[in-house]
């Protein structure tokens, strides 16, 4: 199964595309969060992602650094439906609050002609806290991840006949996920900025985390692989440097800290990167 990195920044970054990936097997699709925009339409260009293989997508939460692209991916598919030109229906998993919410913007803003696929072919699927479903021959288990800004869900994917990754959401790993967590093959955690940086940033003031609070929890999980993302601007072209020497203070598995537009073979254990491609 392959990976492929959309961005890796937090809201309010320029220089990254805003936090969301893309799995990949056997030429299907599964979308992690829609960025904050239309960035993710050109990430898919370039990336030579097609949406026609695209038919399941998971929105964690309402903050517009993940909501707001999904629109786009919305608006893409109802074009293709329009246009005849896609097979089958397109599944948007998430919880109540967060699917609610895209439902009634999707009402407000698309045109009326796509505004007819939505809850026909263009399916909102609610997933409750603990619940399990087969998607793309995976099997996947939602949780809440316990935020207090607005209601968040994470998710353990089972692939691989074995292999676990966990999706954690964009802030730290509380117990309902730690549960999840333990000793995974991959766990995609955030890590808004470095701990000595804390005060510039204010990563605590936004119930987020830092590298070294990120790569604690993973030591403690004993997680194989941590991919760090969720982050700052600032840093720029030191930040692979500098967030894995962090994080190797504390942590004694694999360390990623990929560039928007990276693919990774998480079939590897090694976390194999296969290409990168600027998404920018």
Not at 109 to 125: D, G, N, W, Y
Not at 194 to 206: G, I, T
Request: hydrophobic share 35%.
């Amino acid at each position: 199964m392959k990976m492929h990195i959309i961005g890796t920044g937090t809201a309010t970054v320029s220089k990254y595309i805003n936090t969301s990936c893309v799995f990949e097997e056997d030429n299907q699709l599964f979308l992690v969060d829609g960025t904050g925009g239309s960035d993710i339409l050109r990430a898919f260009d370039i990336m030579n992602l097609d949406w026609k293989h695209l038919h399941h997508a998971f929105l964690s939460h309402e903050h517009t650094d993940h909501f707001l692209g999904m629109i786009w991916v919305i608006r893409t598919i109802a074009e293709l439906l329009e246009l005849e030109e896609y097979e089958g229906d397109f599944y948007l998993y998430g919880n109540d609050e967060v699917l609610g919410k895209a439902l009634q913007v999707c009402r407000m803003i698309l045109k009326k002609r796509s505004q007819a696929f939505l809850e026909t072919r263009i399916k909102f699927v609610v997933v409750k806290d603990h619940e399990k479903r087969h998607i793309l021959n995976n099997d996947f288990t939602f949780f809440d991840i316990g935020s207090t800004k607005a209601k968040q869900y994470g998710f353990l994917m089972e692939y691989d006949n074995g292999k676990k990754l966990v999706f954690a959401g964009d802030e730290p790993l509380k117990e309902n996920g730690k549960k999840y967590s333990k000793e995974v093959d991959w766990l995609l955690s955030e890590a808004f900025c470095l701990f000595n940086e804390e005060p510039k940033f204010h990563a605590y003031q936004y119930q987020h985390q830092t590298v070294k609070e990120a790569s604690m929890i993973a030591q403690d999980l004993k997680v194989k692989n941590l991919l760090i993302w969720h982050t700052e601007d600032q840093t720029g072209i030191k930040r692979k440097e500098r967030y894995s020497a962090e994080a190797k203070q504390f942590y004694e598995g694999n360390v990623w800290v990929p560039e928007d537009g990276e693919v990774f073979d998480i079939s590897d254990m090694r976390g194999l990167r296969q290409d990168y491609q600027n998404v920018h």
